[in-house]
């Protein structure tokens, strides 16, 4: 139970649009936050998150898109969810700190006795009032989300070593070259307004930083030669590194699931963990075959209001189909995400798919890939406006925008690629 003199204000980092990100096609169209996971943007999932905690004073999403990206999201999850929520635009990336404390005199007019903050681009089950609960008891000025993972996976988060029986933060490393830890930061913190005293300390010293160990993704886009911005923070390497084992950071650890959504495959095993999570959390998001649409419906898929599909199509499981589809009759669709307005004709076959807005699919015609989420081309991706004739295969490939594919296409042998040089390869096959 939350206390009366308790107020809570959550922040989300959503980032901005950077050059060659690796969330390409899609992003072309949509800000990355916005994609839909589920059936809900991306930041959807975070902000209900956020709405089991009591004394929600305040959403506020913070990053350096334009305005306007924004503005409909805002102003319906405002309605929604009855918890006022506020876009709040940097001029320039100023890292994942810097963001926060940029807006400092912004949040504390809130007066909140506490802060959450987190990564957009994570997928969880967000424990914050088990992990607001364990925050409080320990009494530091922050408390980081981690989570056990293979140790050959770990060098891609911020690696940590915590005291067993006490949770203090002992050490921290981000993405290091040689291994640390298997527990590692899942980008979902909770802090007391002491955090803001903690990135003012550091900003003040940023001059006399010694030279950069490790590369966030924000800035590993940026050209080698491209020193940072003034005031640019890091909360992993310039404040948690530094404040592990001073008795100011501690740690929670969940069991439950947790994924980084970095590329659109990602996207489609996220949309998945999102949909099994519904069963319990908001069952009636679900499909189910007995509905009015009464098309076949197997596992967990989402089917938004509007699609329009035929009752001999077979759905499921980790589907998840946006406004305005329409799918024809004997269509099957296993892990798919389909994006608003688009066609699916008669008899195709969609396997481990993200179809892009607008796109058609012809008649028996396959669209599909092998599934390994975190492979390059491991789920099979069509740009908006993509048009695949009748009985046209597309296997393992991502295809840019504004193409029509009208003989089989097929990538092989792609791990030896890099991803740049292959949607060449593609664009200019479908060219
Ligand atoms: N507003 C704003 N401004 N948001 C930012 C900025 C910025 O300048 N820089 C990054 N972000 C947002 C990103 O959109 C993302 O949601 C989050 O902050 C973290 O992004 P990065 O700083 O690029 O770090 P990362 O994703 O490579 O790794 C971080 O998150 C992992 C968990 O997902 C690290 O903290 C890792 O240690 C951690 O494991």
Same mark, same amino acid.
């Given at each position: 139970?939350?206390?009366?003199?308790?107020?809570?204000?959550?922040?989300?980092?959503?980032?901005?649009?950077?050059?060659?990100?690796?969330?390409?096609?899609?992003?072309?169209?949509? +800000?990355?936050?916005?994609?839909?996971?589920?059936?809900?943007?991306?930041?959807?999932?975070?902000?209900?998150?956020?709405?089991?905690? /009591? %004394?929600?004073? !305040?959403?506020?999403?913070?990053?350096?898109?334009?305005?306007?990206? #924004?503005?409909?999201?805002?102003?319906?999850?405002? %309605?929604? #969810?009855? $918890?006022?929520?506020?876009?709040?635009?940097?001029?320039?990336?100023?890292?994942?700190?810097?963001?926060?404390?940029?807006?400092?005199?912004?949040?504390?007019?809130?007066?909140?006795?506490?802060?959450?903050?987190?990564?957009?681009?994570?997928?969880?089950?967000?424990?914050?009032?088990?992990?607001?609960? &364990?925050?409080?008891?320990?009494?530091?000025?922050?408390?980081?989300?981690?989570?056990?993972?293979?140790?050959?996976?770990?060098? !891609?988060?911020?690696?940590?070593?915590?005291?067993?029986?006490? %949770?203090?933060?002992?050490?921290?490393?981000?993405?290091?070259?040689?291994?640390?830890?298997?527990?590692?930061?899942?980008?979902?913190?909770?802090?007391?307004?002491?955090?803001?005293?903690?990135?003012?300390?550091?900003?003040?010293?940023?001059?006399?930083?010694?030279?950069?160990?490790?590369?966030?993704? #924000?800035?590993?886009? !940026?050209?080698?030669?491209?020193?940072? +911005?003034?005031?640019?923070?890091?909360?992993?390497?310039?404040?948690?590194? +530094?404040? &592990?084992?001073?008795?100011?950071?501690?740690?929670?650890?969940?069991?439950?699931?947790?994924? /980084?959504?970095?590329? =659109?495959?990602?996207?489609? *095993?996220?949309?998945?963990?999102?949909?099994?999570? #519904?069963?319990?959390?908001?069952?009636?998001?679900?499909?189910?075959?007995?509905?009015?649409?009464?098309?076949?419906?197997?596992?967990?898929?989402?089917?938004? +209001?509007?699609?329009?599909?035929?009752?001999?199509? *077979?759905?499921?499981?980790?589907?998840?189909?946006?406004?305005?589809?329409?799918?024809? &009759?004997?269509?099957?669709?296993?892990?798919?995400?389909?994006?608003?307005?688009?066609?699916? *004709?008669?008899?195709?076959?969609?396997?481990?798919?993200?179809?892009?807005?607008?796109?058609?699919?012809?008649?028996?015609?396959? $669209?599909?890939?092998?599934?390994?989420?975190?492979?390059?081309?491991? $789920?099979?991706?069509?740009?908006?406006?993509?048009?695949?004739?009748?009985? $046209?295969?597309?296997?393992?490939?991502?295809?840019? =925008?504004?193409?029509?594919?009208?003989?089989?296409?097929?990538?092989?042998?792609? %791990?030896?690629?890099?991803?740049?040089?292959?949607?060449?390869?593609?664009?200019?096959?479908?060219?």
């Amino acid at each position: 139970m939350g206390s009366s003199e308790e107020r809570v204000v959550a922040v989300i980092m959503v980032g901005g649009p950077t050059k060659g990100t690796r969330f390409r096609p899609l992003s072309l169209n949509i +800000p990355k936050p916005l994609f839909p996971l589920a059936g809900q943007p991306m930041v959807n999932h975070p902000i209900s998150a956020c709405k089991r905690i /009591q %004394n929600l004073a !305040q959403i506020y999403l913070i990053g350096f898109y334009e305005e306007r990206e #924004f503005t409909l999201l805002v102003s319906s999850i405002s %309605n929604e #969810f009855r $918890v006022p929520v506020r876009y709040l635009r940097e001029d320039k990336p100023h890292g994942s700190a810097g963001g926060l404390y940029n807006f400092r005199d912004l949040i504390m007019e809130e007066n909140p006795s506490h802060i959450i903050l987190l990564n957009c681009d994570v997928c969880c089950s967000f424990p914050l009032p088990e992990m607001l609960d &364990a925050h409080k008891r320990y009494g530091g000025i922050g408390t980081i989300l981690v989570i056990k993972v293979s140790p050959e996976s770990a060098n !891609q988060f911020g690696e940590l070593v915590a005291d067993p029986d006490t %949770n203090e933060l002992l050490h921290y490393a981000e993405k290091p070259e040689t291994f640390v830890s298997d527990r590692v930061n899942c980008g979902v913190y909770i802090f007391t307004p002491d955090i803001f005293m903690a990135i003012q300390g550091v900003s003040t010293q940023q001059k006399s930083r010694a030279t950069l160990r490790r590369l966030s993704s #924000f800035e590993a886009l !940026q050209p080698a030669n491209r020193s940072l +911005p003034a005031g640019f923070v890091r909360l992993d390497q310039d404040i948690l590194s +530094p404040l &592990a084992g001073k008795k100011k950071f501690f740690v929670y650890e969940t069991m439950d699931f947790w994924e /980084q959504i970095k590329t =659109p495959g990602m996207s489609l *095993k996220c949309s998945g963990l999102y949909l099994a999570q #519904f069963r319990h959390t908001s069952p009636h998001l679900l499909a189910s075959g007995d509905g009015l649409k009464k098309a076949s419906i197997s596992g967990d898929v989402f089917i938004h +209001p509007s699609a329009k599909i035929h009752p001999t199509a *077979k759905i499921g499981p980790n589907v998840s189909i946006s406004a305005n589809a329409r799918i024809g &009759a004997g269509v099957r669709l296993v892990s798919c995400i389909i994006l608003d307005d688009v066609e699916i *004709k008669e008899n195709a076959v969609l396997i481990h798919a993200i179809i892009g807005w607008k796109s058609s699919i012809g008649r028996w015609s396959r $669209v599909q890939a092998s599934g390994d989420h975190n492979a390059k081309l491991g $789920v099979a991706i069509l740009g908006e406006c993509v048009a695949v004739e009748d009985e $046209v295969v597309v296997v393992n490939c991502i295809v840019l =925008p504004n193409k029509t594919l009208n003989i089989r296409i097929s990538v092989v042998a792609m %791990n030896s690629l890099p991803l740049l040089s292959l949607i060449r390869k593609i664009w200019e096959y479908v060219h």
